[in-house]
């Protein structure tokens, strides 16, 4: 009888482990940026979505690295995020008046995509 309660026990824990894991997400843009300034704001973005848990982006292969709670926020919440501040990633395009007002050193080309 006592295993009977801790085999039930240990299966509980288990499920509730393997539930808390499952809501989180791991998502990888390209996000276009050039500078430390571009690093802030793209990642400022990201982390004042709700359920965003983590953002990093890296200048060198210009990878944001993303851990959100798929039970708060879509990922296309966090890419409209990043897209609002003028920066363009993948294959969507950054918002045109937020680009136009980046810091000269922040314009990495016109900031739009033809389709």
């Known amino acids: 009888m006592k295993y009977n309660v801790l085999l039930i026990v240990m299966v509980v824990i288990g499920l509730s ?3 808390a894991q499952s809501k989180n997400q791991k998502l990888e843009l390209h996000v276009e940026g050039v500078c430390k300034m571009c690093k802030e704001r793209i990642e400022t973005a990201a982390l004042r979505t ?7 982006w890296h200048n060198t292969d210009k990878i944001l690295h993303v851990v959100y709670n798929a039970k708060k926020v879509e990922e296309a919440e966090i890419r409209n995020a990043v897209a609002n501040t ?11 008046s ?5 810091p000269d050193c922040c314009k990495y080309d016109n900031g739009i995509e033809s389709h």
């Open 17 to 19: 482990t393997a539930a």
């Open 50 to 56: 709700t359920g965003v848990k983590f953002a990093q």
């Open 86 to 96: 003028g920066h363009k990633m993948n294959d969507q395009p950054a918002d045109s």
């Open 98 to 102: 937020a680009y136009q007002s980046l």
